[in-house]
């Protein structure tokens, strides 16, 4: 009896303790944004040093991230140049940091130096390739160097999916903000992380010396199963092609989400990645190819209520292509985006995707009506008018003399 009442005090302890950590944590960070929004970001350094000491103790490592996050964010207000240090401070986190944290310094590290090359492009691209280069000085980098660096920084961010994956994002809500949609279909912190690499991927790299062979999005390769995707290659001389990175960044979210169980997951990303590769294709290649694979992943996941995701995606689709036909085949397009857009809403009315379904519905066959006039006549002339209407059966016109 003893010993079960020395275990429920050692609980309640801690059970305590916790709480009364937590109240710290949050005291401290709503003073800490108190005295930002003041402007006194000595004060709010001061108080992230009690935070750091607490969180030291306790070894709260999501707490320590959070910290960095502040001070390099006040350092970049008050310091010029504070990039170089950060970047520094990173690196040597980095060399002590364990899985996971060590993956997040590392996604931390290529966000700030793409946002430096971001804010310093023109000047980047000035330097001359092949020039005096310090590889540990990116002041001295060029341009090619930097696509080079984030690359692999990306994917140090990336190692263990398989591990990331099962990491809940609800875990690191201290380094999120994320609406209650969104999370539940970027559930892991590897999705976290393949966002942001995301960012720098499909950035635009028309600048950057490319070789003369080079990886290509195809409307072969984009609409492809997610293994086929997995399998794509580029030349030796493309190996990091960032169009290739999209595809294969997706392809492996596709994946580990399905063999995980989470099919929601699953079909955000293998949705995403289709859209992707039709924004890319869709101006030079035939588009059909776009619909099937709509249509496949419908076809394959009906029974999940976030396929009315892929309806509304579809059904946005048709109504583009009826506004860029002739008028024939514009009410057979027209038609099938109400007929796409009605079956999501009768397959999962309540879901998220269900509603971006009737909100699409709404807005296309609400009725609509115009009267355009000349503003300037004569007098002994008729005066010429145009009616314009949708989703209206009848309209009655009455003229009066003025």
């Known amino acids: ?15 305590n303790s916790i709480a009364q950590t937590t109240d710290f944590y949050k005291e401290k960070w709503s003073r800490v944004r108190v005295l930002e929004l003041g402007d006194r970001l000595e004060d709010a350094g001061k108080t992230l040093d009690s935070i750091e000491s607490q969180a030291n103790k306790s070894q709260d490592k999501q707490q320590l991230i959070k910290i960095f996050l502040f001070r390099s964010k006040y350092s970049m207000v008050r310091e010029e140049n504070a990039e170089q240090r950060i970047l520094q401070d990173l690196d040597a986190l980095i060399k002590t940091a364990t899985f996971p944290e060590q993956n997040i310094y590392q996604a931390i590290y290529g966000h700030l130096l793409y946002g430096y090359l971001q804010n310093n492009q023109y000047r980047i691209r000035d330097r001359t390739a092949g020039g005096v280069i310090d590889k540990s000085d990116f002041l001295t980098w060029d341009i090619n160097l930097f696509y080079t660096e984030l690359n692999n920084r990306y994917a140090l961010a990336l190692q263990h999916p398989e591990k990331l994956v099962l990491l809940p994002v609800k875990d690191y809500e201290l380094l999120l903000d994320m609406a209650p949609q969104t999370r539940a279909l970027q559930p892991s912190l590897l999705d976290i992380i393949a966002v942001e690499a995301m960012t720098f991927y499909k950035s635009n790299d028309w600048y950057r010396v490319k070789p003369e062979e080079t990886f290509k999005l195809h409307v072969d390769n984009v609409y492809l199963p997610t ?41 955000f990303n293998y949705k995403n990645r289709l859209e992707y590769g039709y924004q890319k294709t869709a101006r030079n290649q035939e588009a059909s190819s776009y619909e099937t694979a709509l249509q496949g992943l419908i076809e394959r996941h ?78 002994k002339d008729n005066k010429r008018a145009v009616l314009s209407y949708r989703n209206v059966d009848q309209v009655q016109v009455r003229i009066l003399r003025v």
């Not at 009896?1 to 309640?12: A, D, E, H, P």
């Not at 997995?230 to 595809?247: F, G, I, S, Y």
Request: a negative charge; one cysteine or more; glycine letters at 4%.
């Open 302 to 379: 009906s029974s999940n209520q976030e396929i009315t995701m892929v309806h509304r995606t579809l059904a946005d689709y048709y109504y583009n292509l009826s506004g860029s036909t002739a008028t024939t085949e514009s009410k057979a397009w027209r038609a099938k985006a109400i007929e796409t857009a009605t079956a999501g809403v009768n397959l999962f009315e309540e879901s998220y995707g269900g509603m971006q379904c009737q909100l699409f519905l709404d807005q296309m066959l609400a009725p609509e009506l115009s009267l355009q006039t000349e503003n300037y006549a004569a007098s």
């Open 227 to 267: 293994a086929a995707i997995k399998q794509l290659t580029a030349p030796d001389v493309d190996a990091n092609n960032l169009e290739l990175r999209v595809l294969q960044l997706y392809a492996l979210l596709e994946d580990l989400h399905l063999k995980n169980g989470n099919i929601p997951a699953h079909i």
């Open 1 to 15: 009896m003893k010993s079960i009442l020395s275990t429920i005090c050692i609980v309640l302890f801690s059970l």
